[in-house]
Structure formats: structure tokens, C-alpha cells
């Protein structure tokens, strides 16, 4: 029987794809999951619209975007299969989210910029650029907190930290900077939302997170009558 975790839990769970199509209420998490991923994309493209300067990996996709002439979506979801790739020698485990991740959120960045308007005057770059930070950072803990695997940059990180035996913090960080220094260098949109979302978005998963964590509930095998007899019954008399 299934029992769940003691109240309060929320706690993340480390599961592999197996466990991910066999964990409780796998649709509810599905729902969880695509609702975290549509707000993550969807904010992502919300700070672009700005002008106020993009997430440091946008930073890099609204670069190669305008350079091929494609959409940043596109160039985001072609960018997460090239950073999977690095998953291999990293030896990293895929699980449903790992791909959602990589599709999806490209989808809502295009739908994202094709939905909103360039804003005029700063007042109104102000309130989208914040709202943008805070809406990523919610939309991250929902995802987060479906359980159903990392996105591909975060497969990276955890995996470079793993085989570097460093914290995850520094590796994050020198990740986000190498990046956003080569999306800089090839003319993406680097600003003071930028520096916002770098600073921001932690705290605001941090507070989220807790709150939309989706606990895994694991099955637990009761003894069986055979167990429980051979358990009482005495020792066999060795004469």
C-alpha cells in the first residue's frame, strides 16, 4: 500500500526515469510540470520584451536567433538538445521533464514574444522586467516541485559539479557568466534585468518551492503471514 510522507514533507526526491512513470499521481504531475514549464517560458520572454536586458542563457539565444535569422525559441530549443549532449560523457540520467524542459519552454518564448507588445516608457519596462523575475522563479519551484527530472542546463550544472567535486553555487555561476560573456560578445540584449534575474531568481525558488513541492509517496510492502509465522515460531530442535 501507498503511504504517504509525514505531514509537512517537502523534500525533493532524486528519482530515475523508471521511478518518474511509476511515481504517484503521475498526471497531476504532468499538469504540474507543463504549467511550471508554459509560466517559465512565458516570463523568460516577458524580460525580453523589456528591453530591459534578458536571462543570462537568453542573453545567448536572442544572439544566435538574430545572427540565423530564427526566433528565440527556436534557438533555445536547439541550444538545451547541444547542452544534452554534453549530458553523455557526463553520464547524466534523462527523465520525462529533461525533454519537456527542452521543447516547451522554447514554445512559450515564441508564444511569449508573438502575445506581449514592445513596452513603451521605462515605468512599464520597470513592472515587466520585475514581474518577469518573480513569475520565472514561481514557475521554476512549480516545475522543480513536479519531480519529474531536470532541465538540460541544470543537468549540466550538477553533473559538471559531480565530476569537478565542487559545489553546484560556483560551477552555476561560472556557467551563467561564461555564457552571458559569449551572448554578450555576440550583441545579445545584456541589462539591468539581467543582473536582477541573476540576483533575484534564487530567493524567489527558495520561497516558492516549499510551497508547490509535490511529495513522492512510496510504497511500502507489508510482511507477509508466512514471514510473521516463521518469525514466531521457535527453533527447530536439532535432535
Do not use: K
Amino acid at each position: 500500500m501507498a503511504v504517504p510522507p509525514p505531514a509537512g514533507d517537502r523534500t525533493l526526491s532524486n528519482l530515475s526515469l523508471r521511478d518518474q512513470l511509476r511515481v504517484d499521481r503521475l498526471p497531476l504531475r504532468l499538469l504540474q510540470m507543463l504549467v511550471g514549464l508554459t509560466g517559465f517560458g512565458f516570463s523568460l520572454a516577458m524580460l525580453l520584451r523589456s528591453g530591459l536586458g534578458g536571462a543570462p542563457w537568453d542573453v545567448l539565444h536572442a544572439a544566435l536567433a538574430e545572427r540565423a535569422g530564427l526566433t528565440v525559441g527556436t534557438l533555445s530549443i536547439a541550444v538545451s538538445f547541444v547542452v544534452l549532449l554534453l549530458w553523455i560523457p557526463l553520464r547524466e540520467q534523462p527523465g520525462i521533464g529533461t525533454v519537456a524542459n527542452a521543447i516547451w519552454v522554447g514554445v512559450s518564448i515564441d508564444l511569449g514574444m508573438l502575445v506581449l507588445p514592445s513596452v513603451q516608457g521605462l515605468p512599464m519596462a520597470l513592472v515587466l522586467m520585475i514581474v518577469g523575475v518573480v513569475v520565472n522563479g514561481v514557475s521554476a519551484a512549480i516545475y522543480i516541485g513536479a519531480q519529474l527530472g531536470p532541465g538540460a542546463r541544470d543537468g549540466l550544472m550538477t553533473g559538471l559539479a559531480r565530476r569537478l567535486r565542487r559545489p553546484v553555487g560556483p560551477v552555476r555561476i561560472c556557467l551563467e557568466v561564461l555564457v552571458l560573456a559569449i551572448g554578450w560578445s555576440l550583441g545579445g540584449p545584456v541589462g539591468v534585468g539581467t543582473l536582477l534575474y541573476a540576483v533575484g531568481l534564487g530567493p524567489v525558488i527558495q520561497l516558492a518551492l516549499p510551497r508547490v513541492i509535490m511529495p513522492v509517496r512510496r510504497p511500502v510492502r507489508a510482511p507477509s503471514a508466512h514471514r510473521d509465522a516463521a518469525a514466531t515460531e521457535p527453533p527447530a530442535d536439532p535432535a
